[in-house]
């Protein structure tokens, strides 16, 4: 029995897959088996795939017609053989020694999930957010105590790809990729949440994430953000079937929730917009109601935007001048930058 199996999704990453796969094919612990799933690629991934497993043959590929990055890497979980399973997606590439270290520490540690960092290379500056994400998932993980800010940070922490799993825990609790639907790892990772997860953490960056232009996440304006509502509704129905949807999760869920679809409205151009408002009224009901009334961490931006959305004329004027602001500031940022690249 191999000791890690890794999963690797492919669709229309020629241009990038020979250093994802020589990225794993190279790792200093040798006891992997790679599991390639061609999710019907309409470049040369599919042969470059078939080249590779005639080389290594601890390189299984998987060819089936194109049904999505959820159904991709669905698709390896009856040939995962390893005490252990890594997502890896296949426009980016891991350290060398991430397996050596992982599995070093979850065997140490017993645990089901054991995270790592990641950067997101030079063309991107926000990585320190994820830094303090993981000072503040060291500190959850030395308490192994599950309480509301601590679901914050794992929700934040969510990537499917930035954690070692203990195969049988992933599988012994069913927890899959939801197919036909987008942010797939918020909703993994609250399949993970409500089976308490032993968990450890590697401090180190170890995945090399690649902001691809043809990913799913790049375009905004298309499925990805229009989804987000929709895995919502999964994630309470999941909740309620397994009688989770109550106390800290349930307060967890309304928070995340909010803040997410208000965030991806802001992430929308304008011929999106309404149509995305409409899906997002249509989700706020009693329980999330009452939860922007309550006194909690919510932001005010996020609350004046509901309330707006709700018909309040105060909330509605006080979002204008909001958005107002932040398209200055957006201008002034552009100007600034272009001033100083001029310089």
Not at 240 to 254: P, V
Not at 256 to 267: D, V
Request: overall charge positive; proline content about 4%.
């Amino acid at each position: 029995m191999p000791k890690v199996s890794i999963i690797i999704p492919v669709y229309n990453v020629e241009k990038y897959l020979h250093a994802c796969l020589d990225s794993v094919v190279n790792q200093t612990l040798k006891d992997i088996e790679i599991i390639c799933v061609d999710d019907g690629s309409p470049d040369r991934c599919p042969q470059i795939l078939d080249e590779y497993a005639a080389k290594d043959n601890r390189i299984t590929v998987i060819h089936q017609q194109n049904a999505g990055l959820s159904a991709a890497r669905n698709a390896a979980y009856p040939f995962i053989k390893g005490e252990y399973t890594l997502f890896v997606d296949s426009d980016d590439t891991i350290e060398p020694d991430l397996c050596e270290k992982a599995v070093a520490i979850a065997d140490a540690e017993q645990a089901d999930t054991t995270y790592f960092s990641f950067d997101r290379g030079k063309q991107h500056t926000k990585d320190r957010k994820y830094s303090r994400n993981v000072n503040k998932l060291k500190g959850l993980i030395e308490k192994q105590n599950l309480v509301e800010n601590d679901y914050t940070i794992l929700l934040r922490y969510c990537m499917v790809w930035l954690r070692l799993w203990r195969s049988r825990f992933l599988l012994d609790n069913n927890i899959q990729c939801p197919v036909g639907q987008y942010v797939e790892d918020i909703y993994m990772t609250w399949q993970t949440i409500i089976h308490k997860p032993k968990m450890a953490l590697l401090p180190e960056v170890m995945y090399h994430w690649r902001f691809n232009l043809l990913s799913i996440t790049a375009e905004p304006s298309k499925k990805y953000i229009l989804g987000i509502p929709a895995t919502y509704d999964l994630i309470k129905e999941m909740l309620l079937k397994t009688g989770n949807y109550h106390g800290t999760l349930k307060t967890a869920f309304l928070h995340e929730k909010l803040r997410l679809l208000c965030w991806a409205y802001n992430q929308l151009p304008a011929y999106r917009q309404i149509e995305y408002l409409r899906m997002v009224k249509e989700r706020i009901g009693p329980d999330e109601q009452e939860y922007l009334f309550q006194k909690n961490s919510l932001k005010r931006r996020i609350k004046v935007f509901y309330f707006a959305l709700l018909g309040s004329r105060f909330a509605a004027v006080e979002n204008e001048i909001r958005i107002a602001i932040r398209k200055v500031e957006t201008t002034f940022r552009k100007f600034r930058d272009q001033w100083k690249r001029a310089g």
